[in-house]
């Protein structure tokens, strides 16, 4: 790839990126082909659609919740650890605005993130086997969850989400590992 290309390539993703993360999901192409300063074939040659260019941004925010729940599998307290990732994957999710459509969604555009989300069930499947190995609760079921939960903190005034997460998750925690 030429210089000018890279260059061009990586003005465009940078560009949506700030979009994204200030709340504009919806950034139609050919804006984001005028506030980066390239025509607009040229952002078409870089994300096709406008969905893919969402998820070629929220990509590394699902790669990150992957990493925190391959390091939730290594406590030794199963059940703090998936809470611990929830909590984790709950802030994530309310810095990022599109991520909860993200991870509901069943079809992606996008064959990284695609894969990316694969090992996100991957991981939080393993994480809930080490709770209790015939759970009903799935890793995909888990993440389905997850955006419910995001939802319902999002409801919340920004002031009291926090106490909101600490509520859903105690619910959370004790309806998986209840104690005797």
């Known amino acids: 790839m030429r210089s000018d290309a890279v260059r061009n390539r990586q003005r465009i993703f940078d560009e949506a990126r700030r979009a994204v993360i200030g709340g504009e999901i919806v950034l139609t192409l050919n804006e984001l082909a005028r506030r980066a300063g390239v025509g607009v074939g040229t952002v078409y040659r870089v994300f096709p659609t406008q969905r893919a260019m969402l998820e070629s941004v929220l990509e590394e925010a699902v790669r990150e919740l992957v990493d925190a729940a391959a390091a939730a599998c290594g406590h030794p ?87 909101a997460i600490d509520n859903y998750l105690d619910i959370l925690r004790v309806g998986i590992a209840p104690t005797p």
């Open 77 to 163: 307290d199963p059940a703090k650890a998936l809470i611990d990732f929830l909590r984790t994957a709950l802030l994530t999710a309310l810095a990022q605005p599109g991520l909860t459509d993200i991870l509901i969604t069943g079809s992606d555009e996008t064959d990284s993130l695609h894969r990316a989300k694969g090992e996100l069930v991957e991981v939080t499947s393993h994480l809930l086997a080490r709770i209790r190995p015939a759970s009903a609760l799935t890793g995909e079921n888990l993440l389905k969850l997850l955006c419910g939960l995001i939802h319902a903190v999002s409801e919340h005034p920004a002031e009291r989400q926090g106490e």
